[in-house]
């Protein structure tokens, strides 16, 4: 009842809102980098000799493992959380796009070439469609991961006041369970509904499979 | 009076991987208009031959001239359609055959609706190719093709794995569109019936590495078609080591 009461008051939306601004920016933010970085990856050579090593480094360490850097550096605020949530988010769909890229057919590019095609022709007829799933992919995985992350980073504490984490961590000092559960059920929720949304994104830009 | 050069002009052809010799000194002419079949055994080589043609792979040696002009890459003056799976699974049948205009320019939706008529996939439009049977991709890649207009169409092995009937409507097709538009075809096929049936000139060649072995002409001699296979039969069987037939 505790769920129905902080709806009531507009508290948990609040919470809900603060948390999923900060998952849209940090996931955003690595959906962007991501994308660009894996798609360059997989096409340019000398970006995959520099990066290849770069990637392989920093994604072993736990996105967690960032949170003190990222407060000393960063400060408590958007910033910091969108950063440990970007640092989670970001691997798994530059991974998945670079992928993606690689596992095109040689043989559409060679008909591509075959029929004269200009690189922007081969771009959009070819590289993006043939791709689009992994991309897809990636971005709901790192979608999953945005939200592992927003909770650590938010039981660092928050400047706002709101947050689904944070409001947890309130009422683990308060000996809330009632409440935690509530935060721990809206996360839930809200990872299910995002999920079902990038489905709907999968079922409307690759209706051919 | 001064003469055309022709469409395609091959000589002394050479094309090794590494040590693997696979094609060895051919020579080739196609004139404007030809259908020009070559027949050789499986795995002799035809493949390399055309991606050289296409401008997909360089030669080792030789040349290839296209109206006079060395190949040194590939155009949409000739466009190859492979021998299977090059149709976009990602795209509708109606953008897969437009694709052979947008790459060279502007697309002219009554052109592709024209050719999506003339190969048989009135209705189709916007199936995935995924919906598709064999025979009607090979429909797409080839309506796909015409879209282009090519100077000259390379087909690897058009009518493989197809069951006789879908073959033989395909066949149909090629046969019509050849002579509606004129463009000069080069197909190769280890199916000498095939080619006696559809070419205007056959050449058979060897084994790997690809070598000329003998050259047929059919025009207006249909009565001497059953000659010529006999002959281009008796080529083969010696390449093979084998009776085909």
Redesign the interface.
């Known amino acids: 009842m505790e769920g129905v009461r902080l709806l009531r008051s507009g508290d948990l939306v609040r919470h809900a809102a603060a948390s999923l601004g900060r998952v849209l920016v940090g996931l955003g933010a690595g959906s962007l980098v991501g994308i660009l970085l894996g798609y360059l990856m997989g096409t340019r050579p000398w970006a995959r000799d520099i990066l290849e090593p770069v990637v392989e480094l920093v994604r072993p360490v736990p996105p967690l493992a960032w949170i003190p850097l990222a407060i000393l550096w960063l400060g408590i605020g958007l910033a910091d959380q969108a950063f440990i949530i970007f640092l989670g988010c970001v691997f798994p769909i530059l991974l998945n796009t670079y992928e993606g890229v690689r596992a095109i057919?040689p043989?559409?590019l060679?008909?591509?070439?075959?029929?004269?095609?200009?690189d922007s022709?081969t771009w959009r007829?070819?590289v993006v469609?043939?791709t689009?799933p992994h991309v897809l992919t990636g971005l709901r995985v790192g979608a999953g991961v945005a939200w592992m992350c927003l909770v650590a980073a938010e039981l660092q504490g928050v400047r706002t006041g709101y947050g689904l984490g944070y409001m947890m961590v309130v009422a683990q000092d308060l000996a809330r369970a009632d409440r935690i559960m509530v935060g721990m059920v809206s996360i839930g929720v809200l990872g299910y509904l995002m999920n079902r949304g990038m489905r709907g994104l999968e079922g409307r830009f690759?209706?051919?499979? | 009076m001064a003469v055309d050069p022709p469409v395609l002009a091959v000589k002394g052809l050479t094309k090794s991987f590494g040590d693997l010799d696979v094609i060895d000194g051919l020579d080739l002419t196609v004139r404007q208009g030809e259908l020009m079949a070559i027949v050789g055994p499986s795995g002799c080589g035809k493949t390399t031959l055309l991606r050289l043609l296409?401008g997909?792979e360089t030669p080792t040696a030789g040349s290839v001239k296209v109206r006079g002009e060395p190949v040194t890459g590939?155009?949409?003056d000739r466009?190859?359609i492979?021998q299977e799976?090059?149709v976009?699974?990602?795209?509708t049948v109606e953008e897969n055959v437009s694709?052979?205009m947008?790459?060279?320019g502007d697309v002219d939706p009554e052109r592709v609706a024209e050719a999506v008529r003339t190969c048989g996939l009135d209705g189709f439009q916007d199936n995935?190719?995924?919906t598709l049977s064999g025979g009607m991709e090979r429909r797409v890649a080839l309506a796909?093709a015409m879209v282009?207009e090519p100077d000259m169409l390379l087909m690897d092995e058009p009518f493989s794995s197809l069951d006789a009937q879908t073959s033989r409507i395909l066949q149909n097709t090629l046969m019509r569109l050849w002579k509606e538009t004129g463009t000069t075809v080069v197909l190769v096929t280890h199916d000498v019936e095939v080619a006696l049936r559809l070419a205007s000139r056959v050449m058979v060649v060897s084994s790997r590495p690809l070598r000329e072995r003998d050259v047929h002409d059919l025009t207006g001699k249909d009565g001497e078609r059953e000659v010529v296979r006999r002959k281009v039969l008796k080529v083969l069987e010696a390449e093979v080591g084998e009776r085909l037939y």
């Open positions: 057919e043989r559409y060679e008909v591509s070439r075959v029929f004269g095609a200009d022709t007829r070819v469609p043939a689009l690759v209706p051919w499979r | 296409a997909l590939s155009g949409p466009v190859l492979f799976g090059t976009f699974p990602w795209a694709f052979g947008e790459a060279r995935y190719p995924r796909r282009a």
